[in-house]
Every structure is written in C-alpha cells, then in structure tokens.
C-alpha cells in the first residue's frame, strides 16, 4: 500500500453535525489550521474556514452553498516574527472572491495548497482533539511535521472519552455531553463534568482515566 504524503491540520472549530455537512464537504470541522514547510524548506502558517457562496436570482442573492473556500490567514512563519514588515503586515496577498469560487473540500484545498505554495501533497486530514496536536505552542508555532502521530492511541483515547461521556449521560439522564477533556499523556485521559453539585451528587467531578492501546 502506497504512504500518502498527507498535510494535516489541527481542528480549530466544530466538527461536522449533520448530513448535510458531510454531504457538501469531507472536511469534518468548520475551522481548520496547520503550520508546515513546502518543497523549498519554507515553513507557512495557513488557517481556513467555510464561507458562503451565492447566485443572482433578479434582484435577489440566494445562498447555494455555505461551504465555500475562504482563506483567514496566510503566512511566513520567518515573515511573522520581522520587525521591518510595517508597511502591509505579513500576511500573504490573496484574492478572496477568486478563492471562495473553490470548494471547502480536501481535494480543493489539496489542489491549492499544492499550486500556490510549492507543495506536492496528496491529501489532507483534520485530527481531532485526541492527537494533541496544537498549531499555536508557547511563543511558537508547531510544525505539522513534528506531530507525533500515534493512531492507536488517538483510537484508544477517544473511545475511553466516549465510554465515560455515555457514563456520565446515563447518570445525569441527559441528551447531550456534559463533559470536557482536560488532559492526556500515554496512559490516561483527564475529565470534567459542568453538570451542577446538586445533579452530580457522589459522581466525580473529574476523573482521570486510563487508556489502553
């Protein structure tokens, strides 16, 4: 089986919540950002989103789609941090109306990536919060090539967060989650519950739990 040259992105806003989401776009989340280096050892910030896109009906704009490509930051992580940058900022000239024509899809952003900042990618994938990956470190920016990327363990993580979230609901007889991940390392994931004292009762606030993998 052939390894894919994959660029992938942290998951910066909502994962996708209905069909109709994952029928316009294979994304997954609605905000996506990543920092990387292209052919030339140039290392970018780049961090999109959706937008909509529009049709003439008369003297009416109907929305088609809101799942055009809209580009919120470009950039060179070295033009980020230069003070002579005054006049015009850092950020990379785009032309938005010509972008928004593209789609918010993989191949889409794939296919740009590739053409305008020297790259040869075959896809992208979004990792979800279970990866740890966070594009934005302590007065850096991570590179997606330093991500230490452990599947499995992403795999094990999530379903013990599951497990514990159908816990918590089938206790607090709730619909939705109403807990929050905290923090990881190797062996465990940490909790908390924002359910109120009186519906928690004896139920842990917080609550460490072991991941096996």
Not at 50 to 69: H, I, S, W
Not at 88 to 110: A, C, F, Q
Not at 189 to 198: G, H
Request: aromatic share 12%.
């Amino acid at each position: 089986m052939t390894k894919n040259n994959v660029l992938y992105f942290e998951g910066a806003g909502m994962n996708f919540y209905s069909e109709e989401q994952t029928n316009y776009s294979d994304v997954g989340n609605f905000r996506i950002r990543t920092a990387f280096k292209n052919l030339d050892g140039t290392s970018f910030y780049i961090e999109l989103g959706n937008c909509p896109r529009f049709e003439n009906k008369g003297k009416k704009m109907k929305v088609v789609t809101d799942f055009a490509l809209r580009i919120e930051h470009l950039f060179k992580l070295e033009d980020r941090f230069k003070e002579e940058l005054e006049m015009g900022g850092y950020e990379m000239k785009k032309n938005h109306l010509e972008i928004r024509k593209l789609d918010y899809t993989k191949s889409s952003i794939t296919k740009w990536i590739n053409e305008n900042l020297n790259c040869n990618f075959d896809t992208i994938q979004v990792l979800n919060e279970f990866y740890g990956y966070r594009v934005h470190g302590d007065g850096a920016y991570n590179l997606m090539e330093d991500i230490e990327l452990n599947h499995d363990r992403a795999a094990a993580r999530e379903q013990a967060y599951n497990n514990v979230d159908m816990e918590y609901r089938n206790f607090l007889n709730a619909k939705y989650s109403k807990i929050s991940l905290l923090d990881m390392d190797d062996e465990s994931i940490s909790i908390r519950c924002y359910a109120s004292d009186s519906e928690l009762k004896d139920k842990p606030r917080h609550l460490k739990v072991p991941v096996n993998y």
